[in-house]
């Protein structure tokens, strides 16, 4: 039964994730891509040379894209760090409604959030630039890297923390050579999540953003409702790609015995 | 020269009853004092007040007569081993040992050949290049103790380092203990639960229950001279007869038997390795025995005499059965009078 499942089971499943990708690749590399045709008629560097082309607004959203995640999971990750530590460690009053705070934006969308305080967004000039982009993301991802913190804390043992104070190590010591290391693969994982919560966000960027900063989930869009569809499959790649990398060198530390969050089990 | 340690009235509480009352301790330079005590009992906190890791209430921690209650754990010459090995994860197993000497700033080369030689001394060669982990629990916790002796601090401190072993490796770490103390002459104040952990490593005892300090003083005084009933009952004294004593003498259930204290009620405490079986012509007390526990090398018996039972043990080669008529001695010499309800 398990061989079959194995023999039968695994190929489905690798096709049913693989085969979507496979017209995105011939799309991306075609011209002209009539119909019936199995494969384009006509074949094109174009659409993929355009993703390195400094001149294309494809790169600048590629460029715009990382830069906006990256901050995104530096800032969630500090915030992250801080809030897990006080709710994973710490019991204080006001615990469960600063718990309920922090998770609401998981529960309520973030338009709703976004569309209320663009307001101030426009009023502070935050409105049009990465900047407010950044803050906007940040409202879905600090949630996020907030609960894997509080978990990774509330699974440390602070007794080390008191083991390097005791041995001589100022606090800004502990933190560098033990709290830190210990937490790091979590710490992994929130930035992880932060990053993967920013790439592929499109409304709040386009709310906040207001069609200035163009990052790749926009560009994709423009381009699904023009005609251009080479150029589209090209942008749905370059949006792709990266996250599954970053999802591969990672995979470690989301399974497995050593995994600072229970995943999905032993791999 | 080893560091003397001073408890004075030393009080913590969280806002409601105290956890630690009033404790006043001396720690004498190079001797090993075990805070002993049930769980609960205020030790640990004690413990963790002299480390640092918490400030009390009120009351001193004096280090050679000095105050340290103004300095941050990091700043007070001690190291600390814990219930736990605690070894740094990210870290290998040499540079968990020379964690401490790298926080003063000692050099990668000599920080190396000592903790190699750390290491050597709780006999774990050829581990250091190892990780956390890949060390069974008896080992990482000698690898604790090397990492706290390497800087050769001033003072010990230890939290139940054994009690996350098992029973053999108990003994064995334990052993180890009592030498690198001797060797190093550090004072060190101990933390445990065991009473046996306690008599055989301190030269001095502190006993402590409900955040305060009810006995202190060698080991052997504990089960020879116990303070109150509630010491007695700590360290397993099973035998306790209340009566009165009057010019110098209790007189009880148990017949007559010369003390030294004073006037008014007492209840005699006598262990029951004390209590000896006499010929029927000797001093003593007729009795039955009501029940007999073999225990592998000795046989515990409860007598009963006359409605009062007498908890006695004889040697697992003296034939004793339920039932076998008796005549049991309370030795004087070996008896205490303490308050009733103490």
Request: charged content about 15%.
């Amino acid at each position: 039964m398990r061989a079959l499942a194995r023999v039968v089971g695994l190929p489905l499943l690798l096709g049913g994730l693989l085969l979507p990708f496979v017209p995105l690749l011939l799309w991306s590399v075609a011209r002209r891509y009539p119909y019936p045709a199995l494969l384009p008629t006509e074949r094109s560097s174009r659409p993929l040379g355009l993703l390195v082309d400094p001149q294309s607004e494809v790169l600048q959203g590629l460029v715009s894209s990382t830069v906006i995640a990256l901050a995104v999971a530096a800032v969630a990750s500090l915030v992250g760090l801080s809030a897990g530590r006080a709710l994973g460690l710490h019991a204080f009053r006001g615990k469960r409604l600063v718990q309920f705070l922090l998770l609401a934006p998981v529960v309520v969308p973030g338009i709703a959030v976004t569309l209320g305080i663009q307001v101030f967004f426009i009023r502070y000039g935050l409105a049009d630039t990465r900047r407010g982009v950044v803050l906007a993301h940040l409202i879905a991802a600090v949630p996020y890297v907030t609960l894997v913190m509080g978990s990774v804390y509330a699974n440390l043992d602070t007794r080390i923390e008191e083991q390097a104070r005791t041995l001589g190590a100022p606090p800004l010591q502990v933190l560098l050579r033990v709290t830190l290391p210990a937490v790091a693969p979590g710490l992994a994982v929130g930035a992880l999540f932060a990053f993967l919560i920013s790439w592929g966000e499109y409304v709040l960027t386009l709310l906040v953003g207001g069609g200035t900063v163009k990052t790749l989930p926009l560009l994709l869009y423009a381009y699904l409702g023009s005609t251009d569809t080479p150029v589209a499959a090209a942008l749905a790649f370059a949006l792709i790609v990266p996250p599954v990398l970053l999802l591969a060198l990672t995979s470690r530390l989301l399974a497995g015995q050593d995994a600072p969050l229970a995943g999905f089990g032993r791999a | 020269m080893a560091t003397r340690i001073d408890l004075e009235g030393l009080t913590v509480d969280y806002g409601g009853a105290p956890v630690v009352a009033d404790l006043d301790l001396a720690v004498e330079p190079g001797t090993l004092v075990a805070l002993l005590g049930p769980s609960g009992c205020g030790k640990s906190t004690t413990l963790r007040a002299v480390a640092g890791l918490l400030q009390p209430s009120r009351g001193d921690v004096r280090f050679d007569g000095r105050s340290v209650l103004g300095l941050p754990p990091e700043r007070r010459p001690l190291a600390m081993v814990f219930q736990s090995p605690l070894l740094f994860p990210s870290m290998s197993i040499a540079d968990n040992v020379g964690f401490g000497l790298r926080m003063q700033g000692v050099g990668r080369a000599e920080r190396r050949r000592r903790s190699l030689e750390a290491l050597e001394r709780v006999q774990l060669p050829g581990v250091a290049d190892r990780r956390p982990g890949q060390l069974s629990g008896g080992q990482e916790q000698r690898v604790s103790l090397a990492r706290a002796l390497v800087a050769q601090p001033q003072v010990l401190l230890l939290d139940e380092p054994f009690s996350a072993l098992d029973a053999a490796l108990r003994v064995e770490v334990r052993d180890l203990v009592a030498q690198l103390q001797r060797e190093a002459g550090v004072t060190t104040l101990f933390v445990t639960h065991d009473q046996e952990e306690a008599t055989v490593l301190a030269d001095t005892v502190g006993l402590m229950l409900d955040g305060r300090l009810q006995q202190v003083g060698p080991p052997r005084a504990f089960y020879e001279r116990p303070a109150s009933l509630r010491v007695a009952r700590f360290f397993g004294t099973a035998n306790a007869f209340p009566g009165t004593v009057v010019g110098g003498t209790w007189r009880g259930p148990l017949g007559e038997v010369p003390v030294r204290a004073a006037d008014g009620p007492g209840v005699l405490v006598v262990r029951q390795e004390a209590v000896r079986l006499v010929g029927a012509d000797e001093d003593g007390v007729d009795g039955v025995v009501a029940a007999t526990t073999f225990t592998g090398t000795a046989v515990q018996a409860r007598v009963d005499c006359a409605g009062t039972q007498v908890a006695l043990v004889v040697g697992a080669t003296t034939p004793l059965a339920a039932g076998a008529r008796v005549r049991v001695h309370v030795p004087p010499a070996h008896c205490t009078v303490v308050p009733p309800g103490s």
